[in-house]
């Protein structure tokens, strides 16, 4: 019997479910509001803390309450479409393998649906603070400077929005009918080149929609700036010359800025005469090089979201060397980005953990792993690795890791008596197993980058990230022997029995099969990580609902945190990808070659080199910036090169070094974010530690920890099969 569906979703159904569930969703959230419901759990969605609670706050105005409400009301529309993925996968896996009818509409509709809800969701994100910044100086700066700094900088932001709308109008248009619309420039309605065949022209309008709703949100926040500018001087808090210093240069660039913009619009190819256009044409790459990361570095401490200092950049630097037409690489830069059917598995995975967060699973992993090993020798220390290794493959980004497990596992180390140091340090070690324990986020952006299959990544990942959390796991039980006062056991009356223990792990199988399925679907190939991340949401909503949790506010809280998380790494993605295609295209890949192989370095030397640059780089940069920033540039170089083996030890075959270098990446990002002094989780840890817990202190604490990673990334440069072994093994 055939039993074959030939459904195709139409285009109007597509459209109408988009634009009318979440109305529905809101009417039921709100409704269960009304009625007393609250959000479970306790998760600050990877953002560490704010050490600024007692700051002021700009009140604003009626105009920045209205901006607000427009944000708050589109980010909440966007954020429900994450509902609809889940089911969708489900639905495509379902009738592919039970029905043999396999679907291109339920992939194509996705990636669209969360490339829409990218865009949409910037203005969202900037108004909930969720964007990240270098704020390393900025957050020790007196209130008077950092209100001053932010006048300043909003100029590079309010350049890369107003031309990410100007020419995010013109891609939209191109896409358009002319006959039948009076604003297209097309000749016919874009569509797919499946057999869906949507048409694009709705996709491609919110490049231009999500860039007004930033420019509005960003026109709300300078209105603020300016209010804590004023609050901060009657007050004299900070050095008034310095402040307006800044405040007057920001005018100076804002008024140049406007100079440009009347100068882009009156003129096509001719331009005024004090017109910057055009006039770094003739510098050399090594003067460009220079030029553009030297202002990075310079912007990115001054305490501008990294988002919008790579963008903003490269806008200007898009202006400068080449002229006003070229600013249309813009969006097609970003719309092939937030099109990527790879990337559309973050929102997914971020999804996931959320869900899991709010089912109250976290605390139960932890409360299941500790007393099952409290009892040995820095027992709670090595349930904390135990638990933030299995959380590793829950969540698969680090910030909510190492923040989710500071909440939970530090408390009750501390009320124990453990140093502080090992308490600390084996947190933020394990939060960051993250980056290596399949499904990590950052290991799917690689792959889309460097055009390596995530499945790959993510078996090469797999040993060496046991090893490390084995190998944290032991200098915890040593540090425990050696001296029982500074990890102490858990006390004999505080244990449980076997019995005890076995009902405790029941407890766990739900999650863990769970993990173990979604993981098994793509090491098997019988679904893509993106369908395994659609599998594995829908999989934790019925966990959740076994757990008595499946709420309408906790759904709304996961896709709240889910929309903050997944805008502020795609807007990273969509900002770097400007600025270092921009940089790739003047011929920096090829300047950096030649740089490096000029220094006459051999292979292991040249690898020497790139994590060093990398490790240097974790210091100031995101995990996103970094990837964005270095890979594009560091993977073509690593390619060609041989591999032989150091010490008579065995090689790297040609058709594994890009896996074997894109594994060795994700250890060193596991240093970078431990490195002091300004290690991206050492500042989340430090967001949730007691106030008696000196940065000093976190800083020691990671050392011991940062040994261990150096090793382990020594055991795979050494070592190449702990790495190839198991992707050979599947894929080969």
């Not at 939209?172 to 869906?196: D, L």
């Not at 792990?505 to 090491?523: C, H, N, Q």
């Not at 920096?588 to 790139?610: K, T």
Request: contains cysteine; proline residues 5%; neutral net charge.
């Amino acid at each position: 019997m055939d039993l074959q569906i030939d459904f195709v979703l139409p285009h109007w159904l597509y459209w109408s479910v988009l634009l009318l569930l979440p109305l529905l969703v809101m009417l039921l959230v709100d409704r269960s509001f009304r009625r007393g419901g609250t959000v479970s759990g306790s998760t600050t969605g990877g953002m560490p803390a704010d050490e600024q609670d007692d700051a002021y706050r700009p009140p604003g105005n009626m105009l920045t309450r209205i901006i607000d409400t427009i944000s708050g009301f589109m980010g909440r529309y966007v954020a429900y479409w994450s509902l609809i993925a889940p089911l969708v996968y489900c639905y495509e896996v379902f009738v592919r393998y039970a029905l043999n009818s396999p679907t291109n509409w339920a992939h194509e509709s996705m990636f669209l649906m969360f490339g829409m809800q990218y865009l949409i969701a910037g203005a969202f994100a900037l108004r909930e603070g969720g964007h990240v910044r270098v704020d390393i100086l900025y957050v020790r700066a007196k209130p008077l400077t950092r209100a001053a700094l932010d006048i300043m900088t909003s100029v590079f932001f309010f350049i890369f929005t107003l031309a990410l709308i100007t020419t995010g109008w013109t891609f939209f248009s191109q896409s358009v009918n002319q006959e039948i619309f009076f604003f297209g420039q097309g000749y016919a309605n874009e569509t797919s080149f499946t057999e869906w065949s949507v048409q694009y022209y709705p996709v491609k309008f919110t490049l231009v929609l999500g860039g007004v709703l930033l420019l509005l949100q960003g026109v709300a926040q300078l209105i603020k700036d300016i209010q804590a500018f004023g609050h901060a001087r009657q007050h004299n808090e900070g050095s008034i010359a310095f402040a307006w210093l800044l405040v007057l240069l920001g005018v100076a660039l804002g008024l140049y800025a406007l100079h440009e913009i009347v100068n882009v619009v009156v003129n096509d190819y001719e331009r005024f005469p004090l017109s910057i256009e055009n006039s770094l044409t003739n510098v050399g790459i090594g003067t460009l090089t220079a030029l553009m990361f030297g202002t990075l570095m310079l912007v990115l401490v001054a305490g501008l979201p990294l988002a919008f200092v790579t963008g903003g950049l490269g806008v200007v630097f898009l202006y400068l060397v080449g002229d006003q037409f070229m600013l249309n690489l813009m969006p097609s830069r970003i719309f092939p980005m937030m099109t990527n059917y790879q990337l559309s598995a973050i929102p997914l995975f971020i999804f996931m953990a959320a869900v899991l967060e709010k089912a109250g699973l976290i605390e139960e992993l932890f409360d299941t792993v500790y007393k099952w090993m409290g009892g040995l020798k820095a027992g709670l220390a090595i349930a904390t690795v135990v638990a933030s290794t299995l959380l590793a493959a829950m969540v698969g980004v680090i910030g909510a890791a190492v923040v989710t497990m500071g909440l939970i596992a530090l408390p009750a180390m501390l009320k124990r008596h453990y140093d502080p140091e090992i308490a600390i340090g084996s947190i933020m070690a394990g939060g960051t197993l993250g980056i290596l324990i399949p499904p990590s986020i950052l290991a799917i952006i690689y792959g889309v980058v460097a055009q390596q299959s995530v499945g790959e990544l993510y078996l090469g990942s797999l040993i060496p990230g046991l090893l490390l959390a084995g190998m944290y796991g032991l200098y915890c039980w040593l540090r425990g022997a050696l001296n029982p006062k500074a990890a102490p056991p858990l006390p004999v009356e505080d244990r449980v029995d076997i019995k005890e223990k076995l009902r405790l792990l029941r407890k766990m199988l739900a999650p863990i099969i769970l993990v173990i399925v979604v993981l098994g679907v793509i090491f098997t190939g019988l679904a893509t990580p993106v369908e395994a991340a659609g599998i594995g949401t829908f999989g934790a909503l019925i966990v959740s609902a076994m757990h008595g949790r499946l709420t309408w506010p906790n759904l709304h809280a996961a896709c709240m945190t889910t929309l903050v998380a997944t805008a502020m790494v795609m807007w990273i993605i969509f900002g770097a990808t400007i600025f270092v295609g921009f940089y790739i295209l003047q011929g920096g890949q090829e300047f950096v070659q030649e740089l490096i192989s000029g220094a006459g370095l051999g292979p292991y030397g040249v690898l020497m080199v790139m994590m060093v640059l990398l490790i240097a780089l974790g210091m100031f940069l995101d995990w996103v910036g970094i990837l964005l920033l270095a890979v594009p540039i560091f993977v073509p170089l690593i390619q060609p090169l041989s591999f032989d083996g150091l010490f008579g030890l065995p090689g790297v075959d040609a058709a594994n070094v890009s896996l074997w270098f894109g594994v060795i990446y994700l250890v060193n990002m596991q240093m970078s974010f431990l490195s002091p002094p300004f290690g991206y989780a050492l500042f989340y840890i430090k967001g949730v530690c007691p106030p008696h817990i000196t940065m000093a202190q976190i800083f020691k604490s990671s050392l011991p920890f940062l040994g261990i990673q150096a090793l382990g990334l020594l055991l795979v440069i050494l070592f190449p099969a702990l790495i190839t072994y198991l992707p050979n093994l599947v894929y080969r």
